[in-house]
């Protein structure tokens, strides 16, 4: 199973930025001894020679494969950092593959002695060492290192301004029912999971018990024809930070075509939350380090607002439930089974599927993959 995963997830290729490294102001550092760190995750930090007096920091993760060191070359958060004055950190996964720990009891917990709590470890560091802004810290990542993400923002909140995911998996999606370590989960994988909000919320506040904090706005990220992940993950990730956030997943207050590129869709659930559905692209979503940087509020054009202060609703369920342990069957409910009434990106069909089959006109049904079908202009 695990040179599957490697395998899988190894299909994410980078685009590499040539030149932009070796064109930078500073170098990549390795900090080692940055605290508590139960599972000898590495620590790699890009601090520009100049930064602002109190600077934002980004914590930028990998996708297997790849170490801390291939994310700084082959994202462009080292170049942005340069032009901006923040710092970012690239977290080296310790785990064979270098796939990160997103299925344990361990890293699915705060403080719970896994990968996650390495990495929020790099926080309190960073801000002693680098005068960063404890209220400019930003978490990103693509694939294994977008899962992570989710699983950051679930299980250490109180760190994160906020996040932004490209192309992985809600939060305790890919728990491992034997407590495994890094482990593979095909169910969460191929897209058959599928939760409602309120159970989505529960599995969140159980990895942080007892929390009654605000969570951080979220971006996520994905594209229709990812077959590592399958595309019902973006509509998980929407459920699951809904129903954190009060929101409803079904109904987007606003959908944006041709947004930020040609052929991408974003829906916005609320102030905290954007689900970004990129059409006919795979499981690499191309890292738009403009946009995230406008979401962190580190350039202008449409940041984050604060995170949500008020009593998030459907969270009665703290601590009390876990992720199913069997794979979901067909009790979701469906927004709807009438005819033609699945309105236009919605999803229309696919294994598992039970919700409405016929789209809004003139959008007509098309199959994306086995387990997913989508309204699309005919
Ligand atoms: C995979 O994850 C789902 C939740 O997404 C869970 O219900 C299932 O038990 C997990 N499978 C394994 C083999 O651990």
Not at 31 to 43: C, E, K, L, W, Y
Request: charged fraction near 10%; hydrophobic fraction near 35%; charge should be negative.
């Amino acid at each position: 199973m695990a040179g599957l995963t490697r395998t899988l997830l190894a299909s994410l290729a980078l685009s590499f930025y040539p030149g932009l490294v070796s064109a930078l102001t500073s170098t990549l550092q390795q900090v080692t001894n940055f605290g508590s760190n139960p599972t000898n995750v590495g620590m790699y930090v890009y601090k520009p020679t100049t930064v602002t007096a109190s600077p934002a920091v980004i914590v930028a993760i990998h996708e297997c494969t790849a170490t801390g060191p291939d994310y700084f070359e082959g994202s462009p958060y080292a170049s942005l950092a340069d032009t901006y004055g923040f710092i970012v950190i690239y977290p080296s996964s310790p785990n064979s593959g270098t796939c990160w720990d997103v299925s344990s009891p361990a890293s699915l917990t705060h403080n719970g002695g896994g990968d996650s709590n390495g990495i929020a470890n790099m926080i309190p560091y960073a801000i002693s060492t680098y005068n960063a802004d404890p209220s400019a810290i930003f978490v990103t990542g693509s694939s294994s290192g977008a899962m992570m993400t989710n699983v950051l923002a679930a299980t250490y909140p109180e760190l994160w301004r906020a996040g932004t995911v490209y192309s992985g998996v809600a939060a305790g999606c890919f728990v491992s029912n034997f407590g495994g370590v890094d482990a593979w989960n095909s169910t969460c994988a191929e897209g058959l999971t599928d939760d409602t909000q309120q159970q989505w919320a529960s599995v969140v506040h159980a990895m942080y018990p007892g929390y009654t904090g605000t969570y951080p706005p979220m971006q996520e990220y994905h594209g229709t024809a990812d077959t590592t992940l399958y595309p019902p993950n973006l509509n998980e990730e929407v459920k699951e930070w809904s129903g954190v956030f009060g929101y409803n997943a079904a109904a987007p207050t606003e959908v944006l075509d041709n947004t930020p590129l040609s052929g991408y869709t974003k829906s916005i659930y609320g102030p905290a939350l954007q689900g970004i559905l990129a059409q006919g692209v795979g499981h690499t979503v191309p890292i738009q380090g403009d946009e995230d940087l406008k979401w962190f509020g580190i350039i202008p054009g449409g940041a984050a607002p604060p995170p949500p202060t008020s009593p998030p609703t459907g969270t009665t369920t703290i601590g009390t439930t876990t992720a199913p342990t069997a794979p979901p069957t067909t009790s979701s409910a469906p927004p709807t089974s009438t005819s033609g009434t699945v309105a236009e990106y919605g999803q229309c069909g696919g294994i598992g599927w039970t919700g409405g089959t016929v789209c809004i006109s003139p959008f007509t049904c098309q199959v994306s993959n086995a387990y997913y079908s989508q309204c699309l202009p005919a």
